[in-house]
């Protein structure tokens, strides 16, 4: 079964305040098939301390199936409504990058979500 990198971007000015909270989120809800959960970071600048600044994503891989990412977009959507805020999802399989935005004030179903980010990988199930 093939696998998908994706990264979600918290879209707001608190986004990189949030994005620690979000990663703790994501991790509570046991998704299965979801390995490799970080929170990206900037480029570590020489002189700098630490592992460089926290930006406002958090990147991840999860098996290109339908379930695991129905359990990760319904997720999503709990975290939207229960934090008022939009998350872009990037997914990219090889040379393909897809970008899907989540919105309270543009509910999607679940069922649409999975599809889109499924389309164009025929050979995934």
């Known amino acids: 079964m093939e696998n ?3 990264e979600l971007t918290l879209i707001g000015e608190d986004a990189e305040k949030q994005v620690i909270n979000f990663k703790n989120f994501l991790e509570k809800q046991s998704i299965e098939d979801l390995d490799e959960l970080l929170v990206k970071r900037t480029e570590h600048q020489e002189g700098q301390m630490g592992a460089g600044g926290i930006l406002g994503s958090v ?5 290109a199936a339908s379930q695991p990412l129905t359990e990760l977009v319904k997720c999503l959507q709990k975290y939207i409504a229960s934090f008022n805020t939009e998350i872009e999802i990037k997914v990219s399989e090889g040379e393909k990058t897809k970008y899907v935005k ?3 004030k543009d509910p999607k179903k679940v069922e649409d979500l999975v599809k889109l980010i499924l389309a164009d990988n025929s050979n995934l199930s």
């Open 102 to 104: 989540l919105s309270g």
């Open 59 to 63: 990147s991840g891989v999860i098996r």
């Open 4 to 6: 998908l990198n994706f």
